[in-house]
């Protein structure tokens, strides 16, 4: 059984830093695109950044410059580095991954993890 587990959230004071991680585990060859994602209640999920197997990067223009995305082949995990943070900030952040099984390809979703900035 395939999974993806986030860890990391928390309260933090804006202008704060928090670091995201992503693992995934469970019977899988490879990995393919990892992502972040945040939803506040009543707004649609949106993405915040995304890693290609290759390694190429995209952010949403409110992080640009302020978060990192990253990944570790090795560890199959996931990385998300928020630095100068705003309460505008605040949300659940989502990982997802695009799993490559029995040569087909799947988008797995985490559970989410808890992110809070106070002014």
């Keep these: 059984q395939v999974q993806l587990v986030e860890s990391g959230g928390g309260l933090v004071q804006a202008g704060g830093s928090l670091r995201l991680s992503c693992v995934a585990s469970g019977s899988f060859s490879s990995i393919n695109a990892m992502a972040w994602y945040r939803q506040v209640p009543g707004k649609q999920r949106e993405l915040v950044a995304r890693i290609t197997g290759g390694s190429r990067t995209n952010y949403a223009d409110s992080v640009k410059g302020r978060f ?52």
């Design 68 to 119: 990192t995305i990253s990944r570790d082949y090795a560890k199959n995990t996931g990385y998300l580095q928020m630095n100068s943070l705003k309460p505008e900030d605040t949300a659940v952040y989502f990982c997802n991954a695009d799993l490559v099984v029995l040569a087909r390809t799947y988008r797995y979703w985490g559970q989410g993890t808890q992110v809070t900035v106070s002014p």
